[in-house]
């Protein structure tokens, strides 16, 4: 145990130490977090764009008090003018786009014309303001009230509401959860198939490179092996605490500029929208999120770095590795795949498999929990989850120990299935 102590400690050690994990530990946070703000910074700034001046050949004459000017765009309506004059004057830049409107627009094709793609947003504007104003003259000439009409049109707002066990009620946020849960099962699968590699390539360095001879010399070949795995383990935690530490803190300070730094700002609707997605964040259980993510991240991450060190004994290059890689990554990869699908149905009989075993288990069950336990996950299930991951690792710890004591020491020789196989009938 001791040995296996010393291991970890100098993987530890060299990992933390490098220049590149320094730099990736204090821009990972930095990263975060300006994916989170600068969105919503050009959200509320999108008012200061220039305004962009749309000229208009109105030939039906049923438009010019109905294409209005907005924020972003004003309205030129022209008359009696040479189209290629205006043509010209879009090509200096004079106008942004020019608007054609036919004699009957509800028969004949309108037109936009411009030297640059069209902002979809002004495109969206325009068709729309034509639209709205001829489906007007038609409910005119069918004798609808328009104000009846607009009545029975008005839209339903339908609010989310979650029981909660002590008999009240709690505002629920769906997409706050498919995020949250999509987010965590992303960081799991990247964290172990990041470290994961790590682990196969150190083992390969440590074997070509024949130092791994002298280390035998003084350990077991299983405890270098779980001592490299903790030691990785171990550098993933400290850059992931860091960057969520880091991410956090820049969330915390950034949250009141947002929404009061400037009066401007502050006065945006779109306030209302970043104040409830901050408490909807606030809300989630983040306990019991917080203990699965962990237990998930630790045991997955020991799963399949027990196989990758595996892969790393077993061969004498990077290039070699691809044929046993397959097996491995598939697992991982197809539940990061399924993991987009059954957001949309987290307590399915999919969701439910693919929660269960092992080797997806840590992925998808954090997509499940973010969206209630036991609401979403039964304990029984959780239980069940946890219990066959930890039976799975000490299975795949036994299985890559015993291919890494033999392959750890053989060099020269092209290794296949057939040979992995008779490795693991040593005794």
Same mark, same amino acid.
């Given at each position: 145990m001791n040995k296996i102590v010393l291991i970890t400690k100098r993987e530890y050690l060299t990992r933390v130490r490098k220049k590149s994990f320094i730099i990736m530990t204090i821009l990972g946070p930095l990263l975060m977090g300006a994916l989170i703000i600068v969105p919503t910074l050009l959200a509320l700034n999108s008012g200061k764009i220039d305004r962009k001046l749309i000229a208009v050949v109105d030939n039906s004459g049923m438009?010019?008090?109905?294409?209005? @000017?907005?924020?972003?765009?004003?309205?030129?309506?022209?008359?009696?003018?040479?189209?290629?004059?205006?043509? @010209?004057?879009?090509?200096? @830049? %004079?106008y942004y786009a020019l608007l054609i409107i036919p004699e009957n627009p509800e028969t004949e094709e309108i037109t936009i014309f411009s030297y640059k793609q069209v902002n979809i947003e002004i495109s969206q504007y325009l068709r729309g303001s034509i639209q709205q104003e001829i489906q007007r003259q038609r409910f005119i000439e069918l004798k609808i009230n328009e104000e009846d009409l607009a009545k029975a049109q008005q839209p339903i707002n339908v609010e989310n509401l979650q029981w909660q066990k002590d008999g009240n009620t709690e505002k629920s946020y769906t997409e706050i959860s498919m995020a949250v849960g999509f987010i965590l099962a992303? =960081?799991?699968?990247?964290?172990?198939? #990041?470290?994961?590699?790590?682990? #196969?390539?150190?083992?390969i360095e440590e074997k070509t490179s024949r130092i791994v001879e002298i280390i035998i010399s003084s350990v077991k070949p299983f405890q270098l092996m779980m001592g490299k795995i903790i030691g990785i383990a171990l550098v993933a935690f400290t850059q992931f605490f860091i960057w969520m530490l880091f991410t956090v803190l820049i969330l915390i300070f950034v949250k009141p500029l947002l929404l009061s730094g400037n009066s401007e700002l502050a006065t945006n609707p779109m306030n209302a929208d970043i104040l409830s997605i901050f408490s909807a *964040?606030?809300?989630?259980? /983040? &306990?019991?999120?917080?203990?699965?993510? !962990?237990?998930?991240?630790?045991?997955?991450?020991?799963?399949?770095?027990?196989?990758?060190?595996? %892969?790393?004994?077993? %061969?004498?290059?990077? +290039?070699?590795?691809?044929?046993? #890689? $397959?097996? *491995?990554?598939?697992? $991982? !990869?197809?539940?990061?795949? #399924?993991?987009?699908?059954?957001?949309?149905?987290?307590? &399915?009989?999919?969701?439910?498999?693919?929660?269960?075993?092992?080797? +997806?288990?840590?992925?998808?069950?954090? %997509?499940?929990?973010a969206f209630g336990v036991?609401?979403?996950?039964?304990? /029984?299930? $959780?239980? =069940?989850?946890?219990?066959? $991951?930890?039976?799975?690792?000490?299975? +795949?710890? /036994?299985?890559?120990?015993?291919?890494?004591? +033999?392959?750890?020491?053989?060099?020269?020789?092209?290794?296949?299935?057939?040979?992995?196989w008779k490795w693991l009938k040593y005794k």
């Open positions: 438009f010019e008090n109905v294409i209005k @000017e907005t924020p972003n765009i004003k309205i030129n309506f022209i008359k009696n003018r040479d189209i290629e004059k205006i043509r @010209e004057d879009t090509k200096n @830049e %004079v992303f =960081l799991i699968y990247m964290f172990t198939f #990041m470290y994961g590699i790590q682990v #196969m390539k150190g083992v *964040i606030s809300n989630i259980d /983040w &306990g019991i999120i917080l203990f699965a993510f !962990i237990f998930y991240f630790i045991g997955g991450y020991l799963l399949y770095a027990s196989l990758f060190a595996s %892969v790393g004994a077993a %061969v004498d290059n990077d +290039t070699d590795t691809q044929q046993f #890689m $397959l097996p *491995i990554t598939i697992p $991982l !990869i197809l539940a990061f795949m #399924m993991a987009q699908t059954i957001i949309a149905n987290p307590d &399915g009989a999919v969701a439910f498999w693919f929660s269960i075993i092992p080797l +997806t288990s840590p992925v998808i069950m954090m %997509v499940r929990i036991p609401e979403a996950v039964p304990y /029984w299930q $959780l239980a =069940l989850s946890m219990v066959l $991951l930890i039976v799975s690792f000490i299975g +795949t710890t /036994w299985f890559a120990g015993k291919i890494y004591r +033999t392959g750890i020491l053989m060099y020269g020789k092209k290794v296949n299935y057939k040979e992995i």
